[in-house]
């Protein structure tokens, strides 16, 4: 990753931004000031406690350019969404409040945090300008995951649901998710998981409510497809040719294979919206902190221009602010006009959806 710029820069840059939006936003004194506060009663805190993603390279960004920019030490535990709930929930049993931020993604901070009570609202703790600055964000607000406004959401891009080697199945031949039910391809498939949370569960419940019960039998059952809940084993059936077809791909282990010279190519079927994706881009304070106002600058930093630019960058991933630059990302994950999408991180079908189309599914497939 490129280095962190110097923090003259960084003030240049949201100085020019918040004179331009002066006439939108609060008096410029008035934000100098708060923000001038609260890097002040953050710093007295001395340190910050985060729960972020499993990955090096972003525990690495998060916790190493944070204590760069405040002299503040980052405190970073690393979990799955899954496995920082059942932490949080011990520690809260235990009388403990150990945690000042969350930085998950899938549906750990809406199915889990939220309705527990462990969140702060966190817009009143937004105060940097080129943050609270609405311009800067896709469509013009603040991506908000709940109506309450206690998770803000920073990310938002395409994630491919199908994949073929090319030397054996030619794209084209599987243009729409009904060429899948075609009998030449039984036993060729490969599919991750339906049972398994996260994107497989968005996938069959995109599926289901799509095509309706039959269809997925048919593919989950009747094409006798390779079920498996590895993502870099599926990757390699399909590398190795002995599954062709991919449904439900990592393409963090598909991108690998890539790079070693297989023939892999990633297909968008035109018969169903394309899944789209918010990754671990939801940010929200958790309540109780022991570190509250180095918390409140955490999140007001992480979702700033450059911040966010590099946290995208880490995880392969697009930011919803709107004045980003990337490099080295496949052209696949930015969402293009004209395109049906399904928001899998859409308050309606996190919390309504997705469930109820998954019950039905496990319940077809005897799960």
Known sequence: MSNHPLLSRRAAIAGAVFAAAATQLAPAGAQSDAMKSLIAAARAEGTVNIDGPPIDVVREFLTQDFQREYGIAVSYIGTTNSASGARVRAERAAGKYLLDVLV??????????????????????????????????????????????YILRTQMYVTPQLVVNTKLVKPREVSTWRALVDPKWQGKIVAKDPGVSGAGTSLIAMLYMTFGPDFVKRLYQDQKPTISRDGRQSAQFLAQGSNPILVGPEPTFIEQFKAQGYPLEYVFPTDAPTIVSGGYGLLSLVNKAPHPNAAKLFINWLAGREPQQKFAQALRAVSLRTDEKYQGLPDWVFMQKGVKYLDTYSWNFVTSQRDAAMAKARELLGE
């Open 104 to 149: 998950a993604g899938g549906d750990t901070p809406t199915m889990t945090y939220l309705p527990s009570g462990w969140l702060d609202k966190l817009e009143p703790a937004l105060v940097a300008p080129d943050v609270i600055d609405k311009r800067k964000w896709k469509d013009g607000h603040l991506w908000f995951e709940d109506e309450g406004h």
